[in-house]
Every structure is written in C-alpha cells, then in structure tokens.
C-alpha cells in the first residue's frame, strides 16, 4: 500500500505544478495580490500553530429538522457565518454520511486545509470562482479519494465496511443524502441525479454566497475516535467549538471587507485572511506535507 500512495502523491505533485501561482494568469494580476505581503507576517503566525479545519459557506438554505435531510425551503435562505457568531462557535449536528452511532451529533473536522477548502469552494456562487487556486477542486478530490480508498482498504474493509455497505445499498439512503447535503447549496438539488462523484462540479445557486474556511487550535479541540479509515483526512468531535478557539477564518478576497465588518459588529478580533492568498502561501508546501 506504501508503494502506491507514493506513487499517487509522486504523480500528484507533478499534475500540481501546473496550478503553481507564477505558472497561472492570476500572477499577472500585479493589483490583486499587491498585498500579499502585507498578509505574509500574518499567515505565517497562523499557520505557525497546529490546526484543525472547518470548510463551510456564508449562506445555506432554509431546511428542517437536525440535517439537511429535512424539507429544503429553496425560497429562502439564512446566514451560516451570522449563526456561527450567534451560537458562540459550531455545535454538534447530525452527520449524513458518517456518524458514531444513529442518535449521535458530532463536527466534523480535518487536519488538512486543502481538504476543507473543497467544502468551502462547493459553496462559491457558481458565478463568482476564486481568483487563485493551488489546484483546482478536481485535482485535490482525485488525490483525496485515491488516498481514502487506500486508508479504507487498509482498515480491515470485509469487517468493517461491507456490511454497512450492503446496510447501505439496501436502505438507498446515498442518493439521498447526497441530495439532501447539496440541497442546502442549490435550488435544484432534487432535480439532478448527484452521487458522491460529482460533487466537485457543484457550487452554489445563491448570489451572495461564497467560500468560508474556519481554522480552529488543534490544542482547543477534544478529538472522539469512531473510523480509523476515514480518520484519514477527517476527526470528529461531539463538543461545541467556540470562537475563542478560533484561529483565523479565510473568505475570498472580494469578501474579506464584509467578512472583517460582520464579525466587528459583533466585537469579535478575528483575523481575516483572504483564500486566494493563502492558496499562493501553501505553494511552499509539497502535495505530501499538504494531506
């Protein structure tokens, strides 16, 4: 197994190159990242610090119930980043896809930013795409899965995973949630036939939406164990993350200002890093220290 994810992350890392910033358009744009530098000394503290991340968006759908599962109402829609600020933090909720048992709420994190940022890049307007990327969703969902699928297998799969698969199968519960995790997205989510597959062309049909990582202090966060395959690229905890163990939070960089003023209103001093210039920040990193 060694040997192929060498192979997956050697591979990668030269399809990566191609996304590196000086060899894309956006670094002709001398006066969109012309403070760039400004932000380095700050990106640096953050990024200094062990961190766990959230990828959410600012706007989701109305919806009922605990989940996404629940009737979506496509008419309206609330501010996620506006309930973060009034909740104090991220509180437990329903997970659609993995949970530690059928009644436990939990949230779910990684340790891996590029992996968050995937959930966060879903959530862009479908008309407003990021000035810079460092690969673009297809690259890091391709790698990601190849590296999952690997972690998976290694994980005992006959015991642990066939079983819930056929659970699965039978309940024709995938469909659905997919449907239901994306119907907080777009309005049409029940009229297209989605899968898991093709959720790295989906984005977001509301106008003002757009991409919000939130980066949490490892060190804050009390961590539960519940996959060792799946804890690959994802942690679960089923306690409430409060602002106060927030590192800094990253939007893009048309969305900075109104970010920067939402949470002022609020007497909050969180820093505000634009994404597309941690994006250029993370092509120091290789593919292998990235995930």
Sequence with gaps: MSFITNFILSKGQKDLRKFE???????????????????????????????????TGRYHYEYTMGSRVGEVDTHNYFDVLGSIIKNDGLIPH????????????????????????????????????????????????????????????????????????FKIIKGGN???????????????ANKRQLSIRHLDMVRSDIPENYGILLAFKKSSVETVSFDEGVERFE???????????????????????????????????????PIEFAERYCNKYSLRELL
């Design 174 to 188: 995938i469909s659905r949630n997919v449907n239901g995790w994306v119907g907080a997205l777009r309005s049409d």
């Design 235 to 273: 942690v679960r905890t089923n306690n409430k993350i409060t602002l106060s163990d927030l590192s800094h939070v990253e939007v893009p960089l048309v969305n900075v200002q109104v970010t920067r003023e939402l949470l002022e209103e609020s007497s909050l001093k969180i820093s505000v890093i």
């Design 21 to 55: 910033y000086e060899k894309t358009s956006a670094s002709s744009v001398v006066d969109v990242f012309s403070r760039y530098e400004e932000y380095l000394p700050l990106m640096e503290q953050c990024y200094r610090v062990e961190l766990y991340w959230h990828g």
């Design 94 to 165: 329903q997970d659609l896809f993995v949970s530690l048992d059928e009644q436990k709420k939990t949230i779910s994190l990684t340790p891996y930013r590029m992996y968050a940022r995937c959930y966060a890049e879903i959530h862009q307007y479908e008309k407003a795409a990021l000035l810079y990327e460092y690969g673009d969703i297809a690259f890091w969902m391709k790698i990601i899965i190849l590296l999952q699928v690997i972690a998976l297998l290694k994980n005992n799969p006959f015991k642990n995973y066939v079983p819930r698969l």
